[in-house]
C-alpha cells in the first residue's frame, strides 16, 4: 500500500512541478498535434532550424550552411563596431550565452533541450541567434540574393522564423 500511495504522491508532485505559474515557455507542438501529419507540416521548418527542437533534422542541412555564413557576416560586422578581430567578437557574443546557460534553458521546455549539454546547446543559440538577427537585419522580398537566397528560399526561410517550434528565447542580459 506504501508503494501505491508514493506513486500518487509522485504524480501529485510531477503535476504541480509542470504546472507551476512561470514564464511562458518555447516547447513542441503538443503531442495531439503532431501525430496528425496534415497539421503537423504546418508546424516543421521547410529550409532552416532556429533553437534546439529541430536542430540537425536532415532536411534542414541546407539552412545549416545558410546560417554559418550568416553567423560569420554578423560577427565580422559586430567585430567591426567593437574594434576587435572576428575571432574575439565571435568568444565575446559566445561567452555572453554562456554565462547565462541556466537563465536560457529556463525558458525551454524540458524536452525541447533533452540531450544537449550547456556548450552544445550555447553553440546553437550562437549560431541560430546570430544568423537570425542578420536575416532580420538584411531581408528583403526585392532582393533576396543580398542574403544569397532565391525568392522561393526566402519565402520559405520567412515562413520558418514564424513557426512555435522554431524559437529562440529573448534574455535582457
Known sequence: MDKRLSQLKEAQERFD??????????????????????????????????????????NLKEGEHYKLLWTSIFVANYAKKIDKDDNEACKLL??????????VKNMFTEDAIEGYND????????????????????VDDQCPNALNLKFDQLMHIWRDTLLLENQLPKNNA
Open 94 to 103: 559566445l561567452k555572453k550565452i554562456e554565462d547565462n546557460i541556466e537563465n
Open 119 to 138: 556548450n552544445d546547446l550555447a553553440w546553437i543559440l550562437f549560431v541560430d541567434g546570430c544568423s537570425l538577427l542578420h536575416f532580420m537585419g538584411n
Open 17 to 58: 512541478r509542470n504546472n507551476r505559474i512561470s514564464i511562458p515557455k518555447i516547447q513542441r507542438v503538443p503531442i495531439f498535434l503532431r501525430q496528425n501529419e496534415r497539421f503537423y507540416k504546418y508546424c516543421s521548418p521547410k529550409i532552416i532550424s532556429f533553437g534546439p527542437i529541430h536542430h540537425n533534422a536532415k
